[in-house]
Protein backbone atom coordinates (compact mmCIF):
# COMPACT_ATOMS: atom_id res chain seq x y z
CA UNK A 1 0.00 0.00 0.00
CA UNK A 2 1.84 3.47 -1.37
CA UNK A 3 1.40 5.79 1.39
CA UNK A 4 3.43 8.91 2.81
CA UNK A 5 6.51 8.07 5.04
CA UNK A 6 7.95 9.28 8.76
CA UNK A 7 11.02 11.88 7.23
CA UNK A 8 12.42 15.48 8.49
CA UNK A 9 8.91 17.02 8.88
CA UNK A 10 8.06 15.03 11.49
CA UNK A 11 11.49 15.55 13.88
CA UNK A 12 10.42 17.21 17.09
CA UNK A 13 13.13 18.88 17.29
CA UNK A 14 12.13 21.26 15.06
CA UNK A 15 11.73 25.10 15.86
CA UNK A 16 9.63 27.55 14.57
CA UNK A 17 9.44 31.30 14.40
CA UNK A 18 5.63 31.55 14.57
CA UNK A 19 5.22 33.01 18.30
CA UNK A 20 4.02 29.75 20.41
CA UNK A 21 3.66 27.45 17.72
CA UNK A 22 6.55 25.17 20.04
CA UNK A 23 5.00 22.84 21.64
CA UNK A 24 1.64 24.00 20.12
CA UNK A 25 -0.83 20.92 21.56
CA UNK A 26 -3.00 20.97 18.11
CA UNK A 27 -0.58 23.00 15.43
CA UNK A 28 3.14 22.38 16.00
CA UNK A 29 5.18 22.92 12.88
CA UNK A 30 4.86 18.92 12.66
CA UNK A 31 1.47 19.30 11.74
CA UNK A 32 1.09 21.82 9.05
CA UNK A 33 -2.98 21.15 8.45
CA UNK A 34 -3.78 22.92 5.30
CA UNK A 35 -6.90 25.26 5.31
CA UNK A 36 -8.99 28.08 3.36
CA UNK A 37 -9.57 31.26 4.90
CA UNK A 38 -11.01 34.93 4.04
CA UNK A 39 -8.37 37.81 6.06
CA UNK A 40 -7.99 41.08 4.93
CA UNK A 41 -11.18 41.16 2.20
CA UNK A 42 -9.19 38.49 0.18
CA UNK A 43 -9.69 34.21 0.05
CA UNK A 44 -6.61 32.64 0.79
CA UNK A 45 -5.16 29.10 0.58
CA UNK A 46 -3.05 28.59 4.11
CA UNK A 47 -1.66 26.30 6.91
CA UNK A 48 -2.47 26.39 10.58
CA UNK A 49 0.48 27.47 12.82
CA UNK A 50 0.18 27.33 16.42
CA UNK A 51 -2.83 30.40 16.70
CA UNK A 52 -1.78 31.63 13.55
CA UNK A 53 -2.87 30.42 9.68
CA UNK A 54 -0.27 31.70 7.33
CA UNK A 55 -1.60 32.62 3.30
CA UNK A 56 0.60 30.40 1.71
CA UNK A 57 1.25 33.04 -1.48
CA UNK A 58 4.27 34.15 0.61
CA UNK A 59 6.10 30.78 -0.34
CA UNK A 60 5.69 31.43 -4.28
CA UNK A 61 8.37 33.61 -4.56
CA UNK A 62 10.26 30.93 -2.46
CA UNK A 63 10.01 28.39 -5.44
CA UNK A 64 12.45 27.40 -7.85
CA UNK A 65 11.84 26.11 -11.04
CA UNK A 66 11.90 22.09 -10.31
CA UNK A 67 8.63 23.66 -8.10
CA UNK A 68 7.32 25.71 -10.81
CA UNK A 69 4.37 23.77 -11.15
CA UNK A 70 3.34 24.41 -7.44
CA UNK A 71 3.19 28.03 -7.47
CA UNK A 72 -0.47 28.06 -8.59
CA UNK A 73 -1.58 25.99 -5.51
CA UNK A 74 0.27 28.36 -3.41
CA UNK A 75 -1.54 31.37 -5.23
CA UNK A 76 -4.90 30.03 -4.81
CA UNK A 77 -7.86 31.08 -3.06
CA UNK A 78 -8.40 27.24 -1.77
CA UNK A 79 -7.10 24.19 -1.60
CA UNK A 80 -8.80 22.63 -4.48
CA UNK A 81 -5.29 22.88 -6.59
CA UNK A 82 -3.58 21.12 -3.67
CA UNK A 83 -6.05 18.17 -3.08
CA UNK A 84 -5.74 17.59 -7.37
CA UNK A 85 -2.50 17.06 -6.39
CA UNK A 86 -0.35 13.58 -6.73
CA UNK A 87 0.44 12.40 -3.61
CA UNK A 88 4.69 13.08 -4.18
CA UNK A 89 3.62 16.33 -5.27
CA UNK A 90 1.57 17.24 -1.71
CA UNK A 91 4.64 15.59 -0.12
CA UNK A 92 6.63 17.99 -1.50
CA UNK A 93 4.15 21.14 -0.84
CA UNK A 94 4.45 20.28 2.95
CA UNK A 95 8.23 20.22 3.25
CA UNK A 96 8.11 23.63 1.63
CA UNK A 97 5.83 24.77 3.73
CA UNK A 98 8.08 22.83 6.77
CA UNK A 99 11.48 24.17 5.32
CA UNK A 100 10.00 28.02 5.00
CA UNK A 101 8.46 27.95 8.81
CA UNK A 102 11.82 26.36 10.51
CA UNK A 103 14.04 28.99 8.45
CA UNK A 104 14.82 32.90 9.02
CA UNK A 105 11.82 34.57 8.04
CA UNK A 106 12.32 37.10 5.11
CA UNK A 107 11.01 40.68 5.61
CA UNK A 108 7.01 40.18 4.04
CA UNK A 109 6.63 36.55 6.03
CA UNK A 110 5.32 38.58 9.04
CA UNK A 111 2.87 40.00 6.50
CA UNK A 112 1.39 36.57 5.45
CA UNK A 113 0.64 35.54 9.21
CA UNK A 114 -2.45 35.92 10.74
CA UNK A 115 -4.60 35.49 13.90
CA UNK A 116 -7.02 32.62 13.78
CA UNK A 117 -9.43 33.88 15.80
CA UNK A 118 -9.55 36.98 13.45
CA UNK A 119 -10.41 35.31 10.40
CA UNK A 120 -13.13 33.43 8.79
CA UNK A 121 -12.36 29.51 8.07
CA UNK A 122 -14.01 28.25 4.80
CA UNK A 123 -14.47 24.47 3.80
CA UNK A 124 -11.05 23.70 3.06
CA UNK A 125 -11.44 22.65 -0.72
CA UNK A 126 -14.92 22.39 -3.11
CA UNK A 127 -16.48 19.53 -2.12
CA UNK A 128 -17.21 17.66 -5.54
CA UNK A 129 -19.05 14.58 -3.99
CA UNK A 130 -19.74 13.47 -0.14
CA UNK A 131 -20.33 9.81 0.67
CA UNK A 132 -20.84 8.63 3.79
CA UNK A 133 -19.99 5.49 5.35
CA UNK A 134 -21.15 2.82 7.96
CA UNK A 135 -17.97 1.78 9.59
CA UNK A 136 -18.61 2.11 13.48
CA UNK A 137 -19.35 -1.48 14.31
CA UNK A 138 -19.50 -0.36 17.67
CA UNK A 139 -22.37 2.51 16.55
CA UNK A 140 -24.27 -0.01 14.09
CA UNK A 141 -24.18 -2.39 16.55
CA UNK A 142 -25.54 -0.29 19.49
CA UNK A 143 -28.25 1.33 17.64
CA UNK A 144 -29.14 -1.85 15.72
CA UNK A 145 -30.46 -3.34 19.02
CA UNK A 146 -32.64 -0.65 19.90
CA UNK A 147 -34.40 -1.68 16.12
CA UNK A 148 -33.59 -5.05 15.57
CA UNK A 149 -32.56 -6.59 19.00
CA UNK A 150 -32.27 -10.30 17.50
CA UNK A 151 -30.14 -8.38 14.59
CA UNK A 152 -28.77 -6.16 15.07
CA UNK A 153 -26.22 -6.22 12.05
CA UNK A 154 -27.46 -6.59 8.87
CA UNK A 155 -26.03 -9.99 6.79
CA UNK A 156 -24.20 -7.71 4.75
CA UNK A 157 -22.35 -5.40 7.67
CA UNK A 158 -18.89 -7.59 7.82
CA UNK A 159 -18.90 -8.01 4.36
CA UNK A 160 -19.27 -4.73 2.21
CA UNK A 161 -18.17 -1.26 3.54
CA UNK A 162 -21.78 0.26 3.55
CA UNK A 163 -22.54 3.90 2.97
CA UNK A 164 -25.22 6.50 1.39
CA UNK A 165 -24.43 9.42 -1.03
CA UNK A 166 -25.15 12.78 0.47
CA UNK A 167 -25.11 16.41 -0.32
CA UNK A 168 -22.47 17.97 -1.22
CA UNK A 169 -23.73 21.73 -1.00
CA UNK A 170 -24.77 21.66 2.88
CA UNK A 171 -20.97 20.49 3.90
CA UNK A 172 -20.33 23.47 5.97
CA UNK A 173 -16.99 24.98 7.62
CA UNK A 174 -16.57 24.73 11.62
CA UNK A 175 -19.27 27.54 13.30
CA UNK A 176 -21.76 27.75 10.50
CA UNK A 177 -25.08 27.68 12.63
CA UNK A 178 -26.99 24.46 12.87
CA UNK A 179 -31.08 25.29 12.05
CA UNK A 180 -33.57 22.87 13.45
CA UNK A 181 -34.92 20.77 9.88
CA UNK A 182 -38.52 20.20 9.76
CA UNK A 183 -39.61 17.38 7.68
CA UNK A 184 -42.47 14.47 8.11
CA UNK A 185 -42.28 12.62 11.07
CA UNK A 186 -44.53 10.16 12.23
CA UNK A 187 -45.68 8.24 15.51
CA UNK A 188 -44.19 5.01 16.69
CA UNK A 189 -46.77 2.52 14.96
CA UNK A 190 -48.14 5.34 12.78
CA UNK A 191 -48.88 4.95 9.23
CA UNK A 192 -48.88 8.87 8.18
CA UNK A 193 -47.12 11.51 9.35
CA UNK A 194 -47.07 15.32 10.10
CA UNK A 195 -44.91 18.12 9.34
CA UNK A 196 -43.38 19.21 11.92
CA UNK A 197 -39.57 20.52 13.09
CA UNK A 198 -37.47 17.47 13.91
CA UNK A 199 -37.53 16.63 18.21
CA UNK A 200 -35.49 14.53 17.77
CA UNK A 201 -31.98 16.45 16.55
CA UNK A 202 -28.86 14.62 17.08
CA UNK A 203 -24.53 14.78 16.34
CA UNK A 204 -23.21 12.09 14.94
CA UNK A 205 -18.90 11.86 15.92
CA UNK A 206 -17.02 10.96 12.69
CA UNK A 207 -13.79 11.61 10.70
CA UNK A 208 -13.87 13.27 7.32
CA UNK A 209 -11.30 11.61 4.62
CA UNK A 210 -10.53 14.00 1.79
CA UNK A 211 -9.97 12.24 -1.35
CA UNK A 212 -8.15 13.26 -4.05
CA UNK A 213 -9.77 10.77 -7.00
CA UNK A 214 -8.46 10.51 -10.08
CA UNK A 215 -9.76 7.70 -11.78
CA UNK A 216 -11.49 7.55 -15.11
CA UNK A 217 -15.06 6.34 -15.19
CA UNK A 218 -15.19 2.58 -15.65
CA UNK A 219 -11.90 1.85 -13.99
CA UNK A 220 -11.62 0.59 -10.09
CA UNK A 221 -8.93 1.80 -8.04
CA UNK A 222 -6.88 -1.49 -6.72
CA UNK A 223 -7.09 -1.68 -2.64
CA UNK A 224 -3.23 -1.82 -2.83
CA UNK A 225 -3.35 1.92 -4.30
CA UNK A 226 -6.42 3.09 -2.79
CA UNK A 227 -4.30 4.73 0.30
CA UNK A 228 -2.34 6.71 -1.86
CA UNK A 229 -5.60 8.59 -3.05
CA UNK A 230 -6.14 10.16 0.62
CA UNK A 231 -5.04 13.33 1.06
CA UNK A 232 -5.74 13.97 4.53
CA UNK A 233 -8.55 13.95 7.55
CA UNK A 234 -10.64 16.64 9.30
CA UNK A 235 -13.79 16.02 11.69
CA UNK A 236 -17.10 15.92 10.91
CA UNK A 237 -20.24 15.68 12.18
CA UNK A 238 -23.21 14.35 10.79
CA UNK A 239 -26.20 16.19 11.71
CA UNK A 240 -29.38 13.76 12.18
CA UNK A 241 -33.09 14.15 12.30
CA UNK A 242 -33.57 10.90 13.89
CA UNK A 243 -37.54 11.36 13.80
CA UNK A 244 -37.40 12.08 10.25
CA UNK A 245 -34.73 9.81 9.30
CA UNK A 246 -36.30 7.14 10.44
CA UNK A 247 -39.98 7.31 8.63
CA UNK A 248 -38.26 8.32 5.49
CA UNK A 249 -35.29 5.59 5.64
CA UNK A 250 -36.96 2.50 3.97
CA UNK A 251 -36.35 1.70 1.36
CA UNK A 252 -33.73 3.43 0.21
CA UNK A 253 -31.77 5.11 3.49
CA UNK A 254 -31.29 8.31 4.66
CA UNK A 255 -32.26 11.42 2.68
CA UNK A 256 -33.76 14.63 4.65
CA UNK A 257 -32.70 13.39 7.72
CA UNK A 258 -29.08 14.11 7.01
CA UNK A 259 -28.85 16.19 3.92
CA UNK A 260 -29.82 19.71 5.73
CA UNK A 261 -26.47 20.45 7.23
CA UNK A 262 -22.66 18.34 7.76
CA UNK A 263 -20.29 20.51 9.62
CA UNK A 264 -16.62 19.71 8.90
CA UNK A 265 -13.53 20.89 10.65
CA UNK A 266 -11.73 23.98 8.88
CA UNK A 267 -8.14 22.33 7.95
CA UNK A 268 -7.18 18.97 6.63
CA UNK A 269 -4.42 17.76 8.63
CA UNK A 270 -2.39 15.63 5.44
CA UNK A 271 -1.92 11.93 5.34
CA UNK A 272 2.03 12.75 5.47
CA UNK A 273 1.45 14.63 9.02
CA UNK A 274 -0.60 11.26 10.11
CA UNK A 275 2.36 9.04 9.20
CA UNK A 276 3.52 8.61 12.58
CA UNK A 277 0.38 7.43 13.86
CA UNK A 278 -1.04 4.95 11.56
CA UNK A 279 -1.45 1.66 13.30
CA UNK A 280 -2.41 -1.81 12.10
CA UNK A 281 -6.19 -2.34 11.35
CA UNK A 282 -7.70 -4.06 14.62
CA UNK A 283 -8.37 -7.72 14.47
CA UNK A 284 -11.62 -9.06 13.28
CA UNK A 285 -13.44 -11.00 15.36
CA UNK A 286 -13.05 -14.97 15.12
CA UNK A 287 -16.14 -16.05 13.03
CA UNK A 288 -15.98 -12.94 10.73
CA UNK A 289 -16.03 -13.08 7.20
CA UNK A 290 -12.47 -11.91 5.35
CA UNK A 291 -12.41 -9.19 3.22
CA UNK A 292 -13.21 -9.85 -0.47
CA UNK A 293 -10.04 -9.86 -2.33
CA UNK A 294 -10.60 -6.72 -3.98
CA UNK A 295 -10.66 -5.15 -0.35
CA UNK A 296 -7.70 -7.36 1.13
CA UNK A 297 -3.95 -6.16 0.84
CA UNK A 298 -1.79 -6.91 3.66
CA UNK A 299 -0.11 -3.78 3.49
CA UNK A 300 -3.39 -2.14 4.25
CA UNK A 301 -4.37 -4.30 6.93
CA UNK A 302 -0.58 -3.58 8.66
CA UNK A 303 -1.03 0.16 8.45
CA UNK A 304 -3.90 1.33 6.93
CA UNK A 305 -6.04 2.39 10.34
CA UNK A 306 -5.15 6.13 12.20
CA UNK A 307 -5.01 6.10 15.85
CA UNK A 308 -6.63 9.33 16.06
CA UNK A 309 -8.04 10.11 19.72
CA UNK A 310 -11.77 11.58 19.66
CA UNK A 311 -14.05 13.79 21.80
CA UNK A 312 -17.33 15.08 22.00
CA UNK A 313 -18.20 18.03 23.92
CA UNK A 314 -21.60 19.92 24.65
CA UNK A 315 -22.35 23.54 26.19
CA UNK A 316 -25.77 24.40 26.38
CA UNK A 317 -27.00 28.09 26.25
CA UNK A 318 -27.49 28.11 29.76
CA UNK A 319 -23.93 26.42 30.62
CA UNK A 320 -22.16 29.26 27.80
CA UNK A 321 -24.30 32.32 29.53
CA UNK A 322 -22.78 30.82 33.49
CA UNK A 323 -18.99 30.30 31.82
CA UNK A 324 -18.80 26.70 32.39
CA UNK A 325 -17.10 24.39 30.65
CA UNK A 326 -18.71 21.93 27.95
CA UNK A 327 -19.16 18.50 29.62
CA UNK A 328 -17.47 15.98 27.54
CA UNK A 329 -19.94 13.17 26.40
CA UNK A 330 -17.58 10.90 24.39
CA UNK A 331 -14.35 9.70 23.77
CA UNK A 332 -13.48 6.96 21.13
CA UNK A 333 -10.86 6.27 18.83
CA UNK A 334 -10.24 5.95 14.98
CA UNK A 335 -9.28 2.52 15.71
CA UNK A 336 -13.00 1.91 15.80
CA UNK A 337 -13.49 1.20 12.43
CA UNK A 338 -14.01 -1.76 11.15
CA UNK A 339 -13.13 -1.23 7.52
CA UNK A 340 -9.63 0.91 6.38
CA UNK A 341 -10.02 3.90 4.26
CA UNK A 342 -8.60 2.65 1.78
CA UNK A 343 -11.05 0.03 1.50
CA UNK A 344 -13.57 2.34 1.36
CA UNK A 345 -12.10 3.99 -1.38
CA UNK A 346 -11.75 0.56 -3.31
CA UNK A 347 -15.06 -0.70 -2.92
CA UNK A 348 -16.86 3.32 -3.89
CA UNK A 349 -14.66 3.01 -6.98
CA UNK A 350 -14.84 -0.52 -7.46
CA UNK A 351 -18.12 -0.47 -9.90
CA UNK A 352 -15.92 1.60 -11.93
CA UNK A 353 -17.65 5.08 -10.14
CA UNK A 354 -14.69 7.61 -11.16
CA UNK A 355 -13.91 10.03 -7.63
CA UNK A 356 -12.94 13.13 -8.08
CA UNK A 357 -10.66 15.47 -6.31
CA UNK A 358 -12.48 16.89 -3.22
CA UNK A 359 -14.52 14.09 -2.52
CA UNK A 360 -15.23 14.09 1.36
CA UNK A 361 -15.97 10.66 2.57
CA UNK A 362 -17.47 10.32 5.80
CA UNK A 363 -15.91 7.46 8.53
CA UNK A 364 -19.55 6.70 10.15
CA UNK A 365 -20.03 7.34 13.37
CA UNK A 366 -16.95 6.37 15.55
CA UNK A 367 -18.14 4.93 18.93
CA UNK A 368 -16.55 2.81 21.14
CA UNK A 369 -17.28 -0.15 22.81
CA UNK A 370 -18.08 1.10 26.52
CA UNK A 371 -20.91 3.07 27.31
CA UNK A 372 -18.47 6.81 27.17
CA UNK A 373 -17.62 5.68 23.80
CA UNK A 374 -21.41 6.61 22.37
CA UNK A 375 -20.77 8.31 19.02
CA UNK A 376 -24.29 10.06 19.18
CA UNK A 377 -27.19 10.87 21.84
CA UNK A 378 -29.13 7.85 20.07
CA UNK A 379 -27.01 5.52 21.68
CA UNK A 380 -26.52 7.58 24.87
CA UNK A 381 -30.08 7.95 25.77
CA UNK A 382 -30.73 3.80 24.51
CA UNK A 383 -32.74 5.21 21.56
CA UNK A 384 -34.12 8.54 23.26
CA UNK A 385 -35.67 6.65 26.18
CA UNK A 386 -33.64 7.51 29.55
CA UNK A 387 -32.15 11.27 29.61
CA UNK A 388 -28.26 11.76 30.16
CA UNK A 389 -27.34 14.17 32.93
CA UNK A 390 -25.30 17.45 32.07
CA UNK A 391 -23.06 18.66 34.55
CA UNK A 392 -25.53 21.90 35.37
CA UNK A 393 -28.10 19.81 36.72
CA UNK A 394 -29.90 20.04 32.62
CA UNK A 395 -30.83 16.77 30.92
CA UNK A 396 -30.73 15.79 27.01
CA UNK A 397 -32.71 13.29 25.01
CA UNK A 398 -32.12 14.96 21.78
CA UNK A 399 -30.42 18.23 20.88
CA UNK A 400 -32.42 21.59 21.94
CA UNK A 401 -32.03 24.79 20.47
CA UNK A 402 -28.90 27.06 21.97
CA UNK A 403 -26.81 23.85 22.60
CA UNK A 404 -23.36 23.99 21.31
CA UNK A 405 -21.93 20.36 20.15
CA UNK A 406 -17.53 20.05 19.86
CA UNK A 407 -15.92 17.59 18.16
CA UNK A 408 -12.51 17.45 18.58
CA UNK A 409 -9.65 15.20 17.67
CA UNK A 410 -5.97 14.71 18.17
CA UNK A 411 -2.96 11.65 18.22
CA UNK A 412 -0.19 11.44 20.43
CA UNK A 413 2.63 8.71 20.24
CA UNK A 414 5.83 8.79 22.10
CA UNK A 415 8.98 10.58 20.26
CA UNK A 416 6.77 12.48 17.97
CA UNK A 417 4.75 15.59 18.32
CA UNK A 418 0.98 15.70 19.66
CA UNK A 419 -0.89 16.74 16.96
CA UNK A 420 -4.59 18.08 16.42
CA UNK A 421 -7.58 17.72 13.76
CA UNK A 422 -8.84 20.94 15.66
CA UNK A 423 -12.66 21.44 16.39
CA UNK A 424 -15.95 20.95 14.19
CA UNK A 425 -18.62 23.15 16.37
CA UNK A 426 -22.24 24.40 15.38
CA UNK A 427 -24.89 25.84 17.10
CA UNK A 428 -28.67 24.44 17.49
CA UNK A 429 -31.24 27.43 16.58
CA UNK A 430 -35.18 27.33 15.71
Known amino acids: MPGPRIDRTHDQRLRCWVPGAMGHQDFPVQNLPMCSFIAAGRSRAGVLIGDFVLGLECLGATLGDDDADLRPVFAARNLDRFVALPSHRRARVRALISDYLTSDPGPTAKQALFASDEVKFTVPATVTDFSDFFAGIHHALTAGRFFRPEEPLLPNYKHVPIAYHGRSSSVVASGHPVRRPSGQVAAHGATA ?179 DGHGSLLEHTGGGRSPIELPNGESRLFLEDGDEVILRGWCKRDGFARIGLGEARGIIFA
Open 193 to 371: PEWRASRRLDFELELAFWISGGNPLGEPIPIAEAGDKLVGVGLLNDWSARDIQSWETKPLGPFLGKSFLTTVSPAIVTAEALAPFRAPQPARDAGDPAPLPYLFDPADQDAGAFDIQLEVALASQAMRERGEEPAVLTRSSGLDLYWTVAQMIAHHSSNGCNLRAGDVFGSGTVSGAAP
